[in-house]
């Protein structure tokens, strides 16, 4: 009964684990095309853009270290060193587009 029970939590907490994870993933695919559209505004040649990254950033704080916070889009250029940085809420309304080190986007605030 005890090995039982063992199997039964572990099943469980695979479950629960498996159930964030898709969830997390369903917060940055539902805000892709937001983020796609920001950088298609920013009217960047498409030879320019050699990446495009989107990720969920978790909030830092100790007891909420798994709730998501917000989603970012990355874009690595091919002329230069850094990225275009393109931050939307999880409700995926844009909140802030910045670029970093070398790389420069019209109009846009570089850090």
Avoid at 23 to 40: F, N, Y
Avoid at 54 to 69: F, H, S, V
Wanted: one cysteine or more; charged letters at 20%; glycine letters at 8%.
């Amino acid at each position: 009964m005890r090995r039982f029970l063992d199997l039964l939590t572990i099943a469980c907490l695979s479950s629960l684990a498996f159930t964030t994870v898709a969830s997390a993933d369903l917060v940055s695919g539902r805000c892709q095309k937001v983020i796609e559209d920001e950088i298609a505004d920013l009217t960047i040649p498409q030879d320019r853009i050699k990446d495009v990254s989107i990720i969920n950033i978790y909030d830092g704080n100790g007891e909420g270290g798994g709730r998501i916070d917000h989603i970012e889009g990355w874009v690595s250029f091919n002329d230069c060193k850094g990225n275009l940085v393109v931050s939307v809420s999880t409700a995926c309304l844009p909140m802030e587009t910045y670029t970093t080190y070398q790389c420069r986007v019209p109009g846009i605030k570089n850090y």
